[in-house]
C-alpha cells in the first residue's frame, strides 16, 4: 500500500510543479487538498447511493462499505500532506495502511457475494481469512509496524518499514487475485445482460489496481535510479 500512497501523492503534486512560476506553493496545495477532499465527497455519495438502493442484498452493502472506506482512505492521504506533527503524520500514513486493507478485504466479499455465490466459505477458510485481516490491520495501526510512531515531514511520503511494507503488500495483492478470480469464474457461468455487467464490473475495477502498481513500480525504479 506504500506504493501506492506515494503514486497518488506524488501525481497530485503534479498540479503543483505545473503552478510553481505562477502561483504560490500554498495555493497549490490548497487545490491538491479540495481535489483530494472531491474525490472523498464523491466516493461517499456513490456509496450511499449503492446502499440505499438496496439496503439489504449484501452486494450492494459490501460493495457500499468498500466505496466509503475509499473515501476515508483519502482523507487519510489529506492527512499526511497536511500535518506538521510528526507523531499525526504517523497517525495519518498508519491509517492509510489501515484503510488500504479494510479496502481490498471488502472488496473481495463484495465478488464473494456479487450476484451469487460461486462457492461456499467453510469455518476454515473464515477463520484464516479474518485471522490473516487482523493480522495486517494489527500492523498497520501499531506504531513501530508498518509506519514508526513519528515520521519528520521530510520522510511523510516514504515513511514504511520495508520488512512489514512486503508482508503487508503480499496480503493486498493475495486478496486482489482472490477478488478478480472469483468476478472472472461467474463471467464464465453468466450471460445475457448480467455477464454484460459483471464485464463491466471487472474493467472498472482493474483498471485503477492495475494502473496504480504499474506507475508505483516506475516510480519506485526512478527513485532508486
Known sequence: ???????????MDIPQKIFTFTTPDISASLMIIILLGIVALMCLALAWRTWTSNRRHPTNIFYAVTICIV???????????????????????????FFGALIVFFFYLFTYHFSYKAFIFTKRQYTGLFLATTFILFISLVPGFAVPGVVLSEDRFDPENAFWNVVFTIYYIALIVLS?????????I??????????????ATSAPFVTGFVFSCSFCLSNSN
Open 180 to 188: 478478480f478470480w472469483n468476478l472472472w469464474i461467474k463471467s464464465k
Open 1 to 11: 500500500m506504500g506504493v501506492i500512497n506515494r503514486l497518488l501523492l506524488q501525481f
Open 190 to 203: 453468466m450471460d445475457g445482460i448480467w455477464r454484460r455487467r459483471l464485464r463491466q464490473v471487472i474493467i
Open 71 to 97: 473515501a476515508l482512505w483519502v482523507f487519510s492521504l489529506i492527512g499526511i500532506r497536511v500535518a506538521t506533527d510528526p507523531a499525526h503524520i504517523s497517525l495519518s500514513a498508519r491509517m492509510s495502511y
